[in-house]
């Protein structure tokens, strides 16, 4: 079974910087990318930042500059450094994984459970 497990969520003041963990288990025999995303509420879920397995990554125009995604590849973990955190950063963030079990099968999403983030004084 695999699972994606998220922390490093909570409440941080403006200007402030939060480090989102996200480690992914399980029977895996690739894992083709990962990424974070977010939905604030009465929004719909938009990306955040993605990064494949070699490296390349996508940014939100909304946090570039200020947002690095890394990733330990032998640990089967995506990180997310969030800098110069505003309210407009206050969502629910999902970490995303594209993965097989078996070289046999599909790429398909798997997702964490979401873990809030909350900027505010």
């Known amino acids: 079974q695999v699972q994606l497990v998220e922390s490093g969520g909570g409440l941080v003041q403006p200007g402030g910087s939060l480090r989102l963990s996200c480690a992914v288990s399980?029977?895996?025999?690739?894992?083709?990318?990962m990424g974070w995303y977010r939905q604030a509420p009465g929004k719909q879920r938009e990306l955040v930042a993605t990064i494949t397995s070699g490296g390349s990554t996508n940014y939100a125009d909304s946090v570039k500059g200020r947002t690095t995604i890394s990733r330990d590849n032998a640990k089967n973990t995506v990180y997310l450094q969030m800098n110069s955190l505003t309210p407009e950063d206050t969502a629910v963030y999902y970490c995303n994984s594209r993965l097989r079990i078996t070289t046999v099968q599909n790429f398909r999403n798997y997702w964490g459970q979401g873990t809030q983030v909350t900027v505010s004084s």
């Open positions: 399980g029977s895996i025999f690739s894992i083709s990318a």
